[in-house]
Protein backbone atom coordinates (compact mmCIF):
# COMPACT_ATOMS: atom_id res chain seq x y z
CA UNK A 1 0.00 0.00 0.00
CA UNK A 2 1.35 3.48 -0.80
CA UNK A 3 0.23 6.95 0.10
CA UNK A 4 -2.13 7.15 -3.13
CA UNK A 5 -4.39 4.40 -1.69
CA UNK A 6 -5.37 6.32 0.95
CA UNK A 7 -6.78 9.21 2.37
CA UNK A 8 -4.77 11.92 4.26
CA UNK A 9 -6.25 13.95 6.65
CA UNK A 10 -5.06 16.96 8.65
CA UNK A 11 -7.40 17.26 11.58
CA UNK A 12 -6.37 20.32 12.36
CA UNK A 13 -4.74 22.93 10.42
CA UNK A 14 -5.41 27.04 10.22
CA UNK A 15 -5.83 29.00 7.06
CA UNK A 16 -5.70 32.53 6.56
CA UNK A 17 -7.20 34.24 3.87
CA UNK A 18 -6.04 37.76 5.27
CA UNK A 19 -2.52 37.46 5.94
CA UNK A 20 -1.49 33.88 4.97
CA UNK A 21 -1.15 31.88 2.55
CA UNK A 22 -4.12 30.14 2.35
CA UNK A 23 -5.09 27.99 -0.82
CA UNK A 24 -1.11 27.42 -1.29
CA UNK A 25 -0.90 25.84 1.82
CA UNK A 26 -3.70 23.53 1.17
CA UNK A 27 -2.38 23.10 -2.84
CA UNK A 28 1.33 22.42 -1.00
CA UNK A 29 -0.58 19.37 1.06
CA UNK A 30 -2.29 18.12 -1.63
CA UNK A 31 1.38 17.91 -3.53
CA UNK A 32 2.24 15.91 -1.31
CA UNK A 33 -0.56 13.47 -0.52
CA UNK A 34 -2.73 15.32 1.47
CA UNK A 35 -6.36 14.55 0.32
CA UNK A 36 -8.45 16.07 3.62
CA UNK A 37 -8.43 18.91 5.76
CA UNK A 38 -9.97 20.09 8.90
CA UNK A 39 -10.34 24.32 8.67
CA UNK A 40 -9.88 26.08 12.11
CA UNK A 41 -10.60 29.56 12.62
CA UNK A 42 -7.45 31.28 13.77
CA UNK A 43 -8.07 33.27 16.76
CA UNK A 44 -10.03 36.19 16.17
CA UNK A 45 -7.54 38.88 17.08
CA UNK A 46 -4.87 37.34 14.53
CA UNK A 47 -7.46 37.01 11.91
CA UNK A 48 -9.52 40.34 12.26
CA UNK A 49 -9.58 41.79 15.94
CA UNK A 50 -10.47 40.30 19.65
CA UNK A 51 -13.93 39.57 19.07
CA UNK A 52 -16.40 40.92 21.65
CA UNK A 53 -19.38 40.73 19.92
CA UNK A 54 -21.49 38.34 17.37
CA UNK A 55 -20.33 40.36 14.29
CA UNK A 56 -17.03 39.70 15.02
CA UNK A 57 -17.13 36.34 15.33
CA UNK A 58 -19.36 36.17 11.99
CA UNK A 59 -16.89 37.86 10.20
CA UNK A 60 -14.13 35.12 11.70
CA UNK A 61 -16.23 32.15 10.99
CA UNK A 62 -16.97 33.32 7.64
CA UNK A 63 -13.95 33.83 6.66
CA UNK A 64 -12.84 30.41 7.59
CA UNK A 65 -15.72 28.82 5.83
CA UNK A 66 -14.65 30.59 2.46
CA UNK A 67 -11.34 29.31 3.20
CA UNK A 68 -12.17 26.12 3.65
CA UNK A 69 -14.23 26.37 0.36
CA UNK A 70 -11.47 27.19 -2.02
CA UNK A 71 -9.27 25.01 -0.16
CA UNK A 72 -12.03 21.74 -1.33
CA UNK A 73 -11.12 23.02 -4.91
CA UNK A 74 -7.76 21.93 -4.63
CA UNK A 75 -7.97 19.24 -2.55
CA UNK A 76 -8.90 15.06 -4.52
CA UNK A 77 -10.80 14.85 -1.36
CA UNK A 78 -11.93 18.00 0.65
CA UNK A 79 -12.15 20.27 3.77
CA UNK A 80 -14.43 21.47 5.56
CA UNK A 81 -14.20 24.31 8.81
CA UNK A 82 -14.27 23.66 12.38
CA UNK A 83 -15.27 26.66 14.22
CA UNK A 84 -14.88 27.99 18.13
CA UNK A 85 -13.54 30.13 20.19
CA UNK A 86 -9.54 30.46 21.20
CA UNK A 87 -9.67 29.88 24.55
CA UNK A 88 -6.90 32.77 25.35
CA UNK A 89 -9.48 34.98 24.40
CA UNK A 90 -10.26 35.18 28.14
CA UNK A 91 -7.03 36.68 28.33
CA UNK A 92 -6.98 39.17 26.11
CA UNK A 93 -10.55 40.14 27.53
CA UNK A 94 -9.65 40.54 31.06
CA UNK A 95 -6.72 42.47 30.04
CA UNK A 96 -8.46 45.08 28.78
CA UNK A 97 -11.08 45.14 31.73
CA UNK A 98 -13.84 42.45 31.21
CA UNK A 99 -14.39 40.55 34.38
CA UNK A 100 -13.90 36.60 33.98
CA UNK A 101 -17.34 36.18 33.88
CA UNK A 102 -18.15 38.75 31.10
CA UNK A 103 -15.28 37.30 29.31
CA UNK A 104 -17.39 33.76 29.64
CA UNK A 105 -20.33 35.22 28.46
CA UNK A 106 -18.78 36.94 25.20
CA UNK A 107 -17.19 33.71 24.68
CA UNK A 108 -20.37 31.50 25.28
CA UNK A 109 -21.90 34.19 22.72
CA UNK A 110 -18.89 32.98 20.08
CA UNK A 111 -19.75 29.14 20.87
CA UNK A 112 -23.11 29.61 20.21
CA UNK A 113 -23.08 31.09 17.09
CA UNK A 114 -20.38 28.06 16.09
CA UNK A 115 -23.67 25.63 16.65
CA UNK A 116 -25.79 27.57 14.45
CA UNK A 117 -22.89 27.23 11.78
CA UNK A 118 -23.13 23.04 12.53
CA UNK A 119 -27.16 23.49 12.40
CA UNK A 120 -26.83 25.50 9.45
CA UNK A 121 -24.49 22.86 7.45
CA UNK A 122 -21.66 25.08 7.27
CA UNK A 123 -19.43 23.37 9.78
CA UNK A 124 -18.42 20.44 10.60
CA UNK A 125 -17.52 20.88 14.03
CA UNK A 126 -16.83 22.74 16.92
CA UNK A 127 -13.73 24.15 18.82
CA UNK A 128 -13.18 25.00 22.29
CA UNK A 129 -10.80 24.80 25.53
CA UNK A 130 -9.02 26.18 28.50
CA UNK A 131 -5.99 27.83 28.82
CA UNK A 132 -2.79 26.21 28.14
CA UNK A 133 -0.57 28.08 30.87
CA UNK A 134 -0.98 29.25 34.52
CA UNK A 135 -4.17 31.70 35.20
CA UNK A 136 -5.75 32.65 38.77
CA UNK A 137 -8.76 30.80 40.10
CA UNK A 138 -11.88 32.96 38.39
CA UNK A 139 -10.12 32.75 35.18
CA UNK A 140 -9.92 28.96 35.15
CA UNK A 141 -13.25 28.53 36.43
CA UNK A 142 -14.86 31.02 33.75
CA UNK A 143 -13.06 28.49 31.28
CA UNK A 144 -14.11 25.63 32.43
CA UNK A 145 -17.82 27.27 31.90
CA UNK A 146 -16.94 28.02 28.69
CA UNK A 147 -15.80 24.66 27.78
CA UNK A 148 -18.55 22.72 29.40
CA UNK A 149 -20.85 25.28 27.76
CA UNK A 150 -19.40 23.89 24.19
CA UNK A 151 -19.83 20.42 25.44
CA UNK A 152 -23.81 21.57 25.82
CA UNK A 153 -23.98 23.49 22.55
CA UNK A 154 -22.37 20.29 20.53
CA UNK A 155 -24.19 18.05 22.46
CA UNK A 156 -27.13 20.15 21.03
CA UNK A 157 -26.71 20.16 17.30
CA UNK A 158 -25.10 16.63 17.37
CA UNK A 159 -21.41 17.35 16.72
CA UNK A 160 -17.57 16.78 17.93
CA UNK A 161 -15.81 19.38 19.57
CA UNK A 162 -12.01 19.82 19.63
CA UNK A 163 -10.55 21.10 22.68
CA UNK A 164 -7.09 23.58 23.43
CA UNK A 165 -6.26 22.89 26.64
CA UNK A 166 -2.82 22.45 29.05
CA UNK A 167 -1.03 19.07 27.90
CA UNK A 168 -1.04 16.31 29.28
CA UNK A 169 -2.33 12.40 29.44
CA UNK A 170 -5.27 12.56 31.46
CA UNK A 171 -8.13 14.05 30.24
CA UNK A 172 -10.82 12.20 31.98
CA UNK A 173 -12.46 14.70 34.25
CA UNK A 174 -12.79 16.68 30.95
CA UNK A 175 -14.50 13.52 29.33
CA UNK A 176 -17.16 13.22 32.40
CA UNK A 177 -17.89 16.56 31.94
CA UNK A 178 -19.09 16.34 28.16
CA UNK A 179 -20.43 12.75 28.97
CA UNK A 180 -22.57 14.64 31.84
CA UNK A 181 -24.00 17.20 29.00
CA UNK A 182 -24.77 14.38 26.57
CA UNK A 183 -21.81 14.50 24.65
CA UNK A 184 -20.05 11.11 24.29
CA UNK A 185 -16.51 11.24 24.65
CA UNK A 186 -15.56 10.31 21.38
CA UNK A 187 -17.02 13.05 20.19
CA UNK A 188 -14.72 15.07 22.35
CA UNK A 189 -11.10 15.20 20.46
CA UNK A 190 -7.72 16.61 21.89
CA UNK A 191 -6.21 18.81 19.96
CA UNK A 192 -2.26 19.16 19.79
CA UNK A 193 -2.29 15.81 22.15
CA UNK A 194 0.52 12.99 22.60
CA UNK A 195 0.62 9.55 21.43
CA UNK A 196 -1.12 8.81 24.98
CA UNK A 197 -3.88 10.26 26.22
CA UNK A 198 -6.90 9.13 28.75
CA UNK A 199 -10.54 10.37 28.44
CA UNK A 200 -11.15 12.30 24.51
CA UNK A 201 -10.26 11.03 21.64
CA UNK A 202 -5.82 12.38 20.69
CA UNK A 203 -5.20 14.15 17.61
CA UNK A 204 -1.66 13.70 17.65
CA UNK A 205 0.82 16.51 16.86
CA UNK A 206 2.71 14.81 13.92
CA UNK A 207 5.84 14.03 15.22
CA UNK A 208 7.33 10.45 15.34
CA UNK A 209 7.70 9.90 18.59
CA UNK A 210 4.16 10.19 19.49
CA UNK A 211 3.37 9.27 16.65
CA UNK A 212 5.49 5.50 17.22
CA UNK A 213 3.27 5.88 20.83
CA UNK A 214 0.13 6.11 19.08
CA UNK A 215 0.67 3.37 16.88
CA UNK A 216 1.59 1.02 19.64
CA UNK A 217 -1.28 2.16 21.57
CA UNK A 218 -3.71 1.20 19.33
CA UNK A 219 -6.32 2.79 20.28
CA UNK A 220 -8.39 5.67 18.09
CA UNK A 221 -6.42 8.66 16.88
CA UNK A 222 -6.40 11.40 14.41
CA UNK A 223 -3.13 13.12 13.23
CA UNK A 224 -2.31 16.89 12.88
CA UNK A 225 0.22 19.39 12.21
CA UNK A 226 -1.69 22.99 14.02
CA UNK A 227 -0.02 24.60 11.16
CA UNK A 228 -1.21 28.22 12.08
CA UNK A 229 -0.11 29.92 8.59
CA UNK A 230 1.95 33.00 10.12
CA UNK A 231 4.36 34.63 7.89
CA UNK A 232 5.13 36.24 10.65
CA UNK A 233 6.02 32.76 12.30
CA UNK A 234 7.28 30.41 9.52
CA UNK A 235 8.74 27.03 11.17
CA UNK A 236 6.57 28.09 14.30
CA UNK A 237 4.95 24.43 13.86
CA UNK A 238 4.44 21.76 12.02
CA UNK A 239 4.11 22.69 7.89
CA UNK A 240 1.50 21.54 5.45
CA UNK A 241 3.24 18.90 4.32
CA UNK A 242 4.27 16.88 7.37
CA UNK A 243 0.81 14.78 7.86
CA UNK A 244 1.62 13.65 4.18
CA UNK A 245 5.27 12.75 4.69
CA UNK A 246 4.02 11.02 8.24
CA UNK A 247 1.59 9.00 6.43
CA UNK A 248 4.60 7.64 4.02
CA UNK A 249 6.63 6.45 7.16
CA UNK A 250 4.04 5.12 8.62
CA UNK A 251 3.53 2.98 5.61
CA UNK A 252 6.93 2.45 4.75
CA UNK A 253 7.31 1.03 8.34
CA UNK A 254 4.35 -1.35 8.15
CA UNK A 255 1.33 0.24 9.47
CA UNK A 256 -1.61 -0.06 7.47
CA UNK A 257 -3.44 -0.58 10.04
CA UNK A 258 -2.39 2.52 11.47
CA UNK A 259 -3.32 4.83 8.62
CA UNK A 260 -6.45 3.71 8.35
CA UNK A 261 -7.80 4.05 11.70
CA UNK A 262 -6.37 8.14 12.07
CA UNK A 263 -7.04 8.86 8.38
CA UNK A 264 -10.87 6.87 7.88
CA UNK A 265 -12.36 5.34 10.91
CA UNK A 266 -11.47 7.31 13.41
CA UNK A 267 -12.79 10.20 11.34
CA UNK A 268 -15.85 8.69 10.72
CA UNK A 269 -16.58 7.55 14.58
CA UNK A 270 -15.72 11.25 15.75
CA UNK A 271 -17.34 13.63 13.01
CA UNK A 272 -19.80 11.05 10.75
CA UNK A 273 -17.35 12.06 7.74
CA UNK A 274 -16.43 9.23 4.62
CA UNK A 275 -13.11 9.94 3.57
CA UNK A 276 -13.30 7.43 1.21
CA UNK A 277 -16.27 8.15 -0.72
CA UNK A 278 -15.39 11.92 -0.09
CA UNK A 279 -11.98 11.56 -2.41
CA UNK A 280 -11.94 11.44 -5.99
CA UNK A 281 -8.15 11.06 -7.39
ZN1 LIG B 1 -4.64 25.48 16.24
Not at 85 to 103: M, W
Not at 238 to 266: I, Q, Y
Request: charged share 30%; with cysteine.
Amino acid sequence: MDIDDTPVLDNHLHLDPVNGRNVEAAEEFADHGGTHLLVLNKPSWHLVEKATDEATFREVFDLTVEAATAASDVLDGRAWPVLGVHPALISKLVGDGYTPPEARDIMQTGLDMAAEYVADGEALAMKSGRPHYDVDDAVWEASNEVMCHGFERAADVGCAIQLHTEGGEDFENVAQWAEERGLNRTQVVKHYSGGRLSGPVKSVLSDKDELEIAVETDEPFLMETDYIDDPDRPGAVLGPKTVPRRVRWLLENGHEDAVRTAHVETPAEVYGIDTEATLQR
